[in-house]
């Protein structure tokens, strides 16, 4: 009785603190995002993004909705071709674009190492995730005060998203994980309505959003477990033959198929397309060319408290009092968050973007013990001495849990907005190196221009030893942080592949080591 009385009292609070810091924190979440999404460019740094770039491009040109490539749903590629309608136009008004055949990506050698000479098509991919990446911080104040009718735990919430180092990193790129974790948290906010309401509206609306979600990558189709959740805490555990249950998850299904059609029209390719992917990331299967593999509990539970700081522990640990508490509001949120962790974390490929999703519904649930651990220290700071002691140290915790992820962020910013060592070693090779020599580089590498030079672009330097450098005829190699150094990071896993870069070390030259930006390039002459 008296926790419903406490959050009544809480519903009848004045909003307009809630609305004026959301707004304040998606402007800062805009400006994060926005003010360094240009990093690289014209240079292509990122290996995803050109070949995003030319699916987009010629669903665009062609008119032709199928994307030919399912590593991922369709809705990703669909959102960016439409975004071209608006470009095309400001692109002919601004003079970029004089007709839709001036439209085109990047030239690529290998893998993270590309130029393009139109870097506006970048900007405009990279600005729709960036979109919805502000979006996502809003969407989840919103849920934060929806679900406990608190509005400081969505202001909470929203702030933690904001200055995620994840969610902050991946909303300035063109990949489909930040728009996935936009559409996961509508599908939420409608499961939130068929918890507290059950209406047939927000059935209707929870089988969209989940459609949505799992149109936007596969695996977004498991907050539909949250939604069979959030209708038995509403309904009961006998409620399974409910037809809003089964209507919405029908619907879920038809949004995907919809969104989705060329998985019957062209199912070879889906199929093949699909499996691959789903088999790589679950089993390593098809072949791998860098590190990530394997170990993936001990890297997801490292990688958060690394990055995102204490986010995972706090709401482990609110996990643990829903639980106690039957508290099903709170739980809700577990609904997805759990079956989502227990599945990346059972799979063999292991990177941060798969991690991103988690992030939102880490920070409501952080957020929701964060404040009830201050209302417990409020409610005693007049007791006595101790109760004020209590106090101040749980708005401590409170403010160390996000210290941590604010500045880590906002030294990524900084980091991106300074000149690394791919564009100084690009610049001193372009100027110091004898035009036209031969000159190997792996992925992630600076751009090397071949009409200068001749180069022979490979994944990873350490694929080829001494004898094929020498019978290629190679001058230079060109090594790249972004590639050997994840290798060297786990030697108990990648003591073959350490092993072969150090051959490579030690029987060629040093000539350069670049180390700005704090990214490493080292570059080499096979000349004795």
């Not at 507290?196 to 989940?210: A, E, F, I, K, T």
């Not at 991690?355 to 519904?361: A, R, S």
């Not at 007049?382 to 210290?403: D, E, H, P």
Request: net charge neutral; with cysteine.
């Amino acid at each position: 009785m008296d926790r419903v009385m406490k959050r009544a009292e809480r519903s009848r609070q004045p909003e307009w603190p809630f609305w004026l810091i959301l707004g304040v924190v998606s402007l800062l979440a805009a400006v994060l995002r926005f003010s360094v999404i240009g990093k690289g460019l014209p240079y292509t740094y990122y290996p995803d993004e050109p070949h995003y770039v030319d699916i987009v491009q010629q669903m665009f040109l062609t008119r032709d909705p199928n994307p030919g490539f399912f590593f991922y749903p369709t809705l990703f590629f669909l959102l960016n071709a439409l975004a071209y309608v608006p470009y095309t136009a400001v692109g002919h008004l601004a003079g970029i674009l004089n007709s839709p055949s001036d439209i085109h990506g990047a030239q690529v050698i290998v893998m993270g190492v590309g130029h393009t000479s139109l870097p506006s098509a970048f900007w405009m991919g990279r600005s729709l995730t960036a979109v919805f990446g502000v979006a996502a911080v809003t969407m989840t104040g919103v849920l934060g005060r929806q679900l406990t009718r608190d509005w400081r735990v969505g202001a909470l919430a929203s702030l933690a998203v904001a200055f995620s180092p994840t969610h902050a990193e991946y909303s300035r790129y063109m990949f489909p994980h930040v728009i996935l974790t936009f559409f996961l948290l509508v599908a939420f906010w409608a499961i939130v309505r068929v918890f507290q309401r059950g209406s047939w509206l927000d059935y209707v609306l929870g089988g969209l959003g989940c459609g949505l979600a799992a149109s936007t990558m596969y695996h977004g189709g498991l907050i539909g477990a949250t939604l069979i959740v959030g209708h038995m805490f509403k309904n009961g555990w006998r409620s399974w033959r409910d037809v809003r249950l089964f209507t919405a998850l029908a619907l879920a299904c038809i949004t995907f198929v919809l969104l989705n059609p060329f998985m019957l029209l062209d199912a070879g390719v889906f199929f093949r397309d699909s499996r691959f992917i789903i088999s790589h990331y679950m089993f390593a299967s098809g072949g791998n060319s860098a590190a990530g593999m394997g170990r993936a509990l001990e890297y997801y539970l490292g990688y958060s408290w690394t990055v995102e700081g204490g986010i995972l522990l706090v709401s482990t640990l609110e996990f643990v009092r829903s639980l106690l508490n039957r508290d099903r509001a709170r739980l809700l949120v577990f609904g997805f968050s759990v079956p989502y962790f227990l599945v990346i974390s059972s799979a063999t490929a292991r990177n941060a973007r798969t991690f991103l999703p988690l992030i939102p519904f880490l920070a409501l649930s952080t957020a929701c013990l964060l404040w009830s651990v201050v209302d417990l220290a409020w409610n005693a700071r007049k007791a006595n001495r101790l109760g004020a002691v209590i106090f101040v140290g749980s708005v401590a915790i409170v403010l160390g849990t996000i210290a941590w992820p604010v500045a880590r962020s906002v030294q990524d910013a900084q980091g991106l907005a300074a000149i690394d060592s791919r564009e100084t070693a690009r610049a001193w090779i372009e100027a110091n190196l004898p035009q036209g020599s031969r000159i190997a580089l792996e992925a992630y590498s600076p751009y090397v221009d071949p009409n200068r030079f001749q180069v022979q672009g490979v994944v990873r330097l350490s694929d080829q030893n001494l004898e094929w450098y020498l019978s290629e005829d190679i001058d230079y190699l060109v090594f790249s942080q972004g590639m050997f150094a994840r290798f060297f990071a786990e030697p108990e896993l990648y003591a073959a592949e350490i092993s072969r870069y150090e051959a490579l070390f030690t029987t060629f030259t040093p000539v350069k080591v670049f180390v700005d930006g704090d990214y490493e390039i080292r570059i080499y002459s096979t000349a004795p």
